[in-house]
């Protein structure tokens, strides 16, 4: 008996191991409950119905002027409409420095000048000095995570579209279009981080003389972080 214990136990073993194999088996398996298919979502634990998030946003601005190197401090205000949507707005100062390459270009034509070389040419400048933006933003995404095994936070992965106008040293304003993307940390049911890249293009007015009314085409990349308060 427990021989023919053992062997039973051992086709069952193997029949098992080769259930993927076995269509009878298979076909078994399926008919216990084979509507029995279950998808757990965990709810988001911030509540964002209806609620204001004020921030301030520090970054850097890449691939405009090419004599230039930006950096950006600004606010913003997001009121979530729902956990998935929000609209809102930016506003951020920029300062701007001439990099590597606008200095060496600069003191060339700078020395050139005080030889008594006129075909010396200094390019135009005309950065932008600060900006005012209205976003949409839509939130697909979400999960949980955890920091350093201190607790879990909630993150949304964002989409974001929007308008409006930057000043520039020339003294235009220029409208401005953004798109991009981030990511949105909720450390806590009050404290939120963002880090964001977007894109922004406008025009500009660097050209002197006969050139003067042409504009010119900038497109910019924004990398951003924000640390925000949700009332």
Do not use: C
Request: glycine letters at 12%; zero cysteines.
């Amino acid at each position: 008996a427990l021989f023919a214990l053992n062997t039973y136990a051992g086709d069952l073993t193997s029949d098992m191991d080769a259930l993927g194999a076995n269509r009878e088996l298979m076909k078994k398996a399926r008919a216990i409950d084979p509507n029995n298919r279950m998808r757990v979502v965990q709810n988001r634990e911030v509540n964002r119905n209806f609620r204001l998030e004020f921030g301030m946003n520090f970054g850097m601005a890449a691939g405009g002027d090419p004599y230039l190197d930006s950096s950006i401090l600004g606010g913003q205000i997001d009121l979530h409409l729902t956990p998935r949507w929000s609209v809102g707005g930016r506003f951020y100062n920029i300062n701007n420095t001439l990099n590597s390459e606008g200095r060496n270009v600069f003191d060339e034509a700078k020395r050139r000048d005080e030889a008594g070389d006129k075909t010396g040419v200094v390019p135009g400048l005309d950065g932008a000095k600060n900006k005012m933006l209205a976003v949409i933003n839509w939130y697909p995404i979400y999960g949980k995570m955890s920091i350093f095994d201190a607790g879990i936070s909630q993150f949304d992965l964002y989409l974001l579209a929007g308008g409006g106008s930057t000043k520039l040293n020339s003294g235009y304003t220029e409208a401005v279009v953004t798109a991009g993307g981030g990511v949105g940390v909720w450390l806590t049911k009050h404290i939120s981080t963002r880090l964001e890249a977007r894109w922004e293009g406008y025009k500009d007015h660097p050209y002197r003389g006969e050139k003067a009314s042409q504009k010119r085409d900038v497109n910019e990349t924004i990398f951003s972080a924000t640390l925000g308060f949700l009332l």
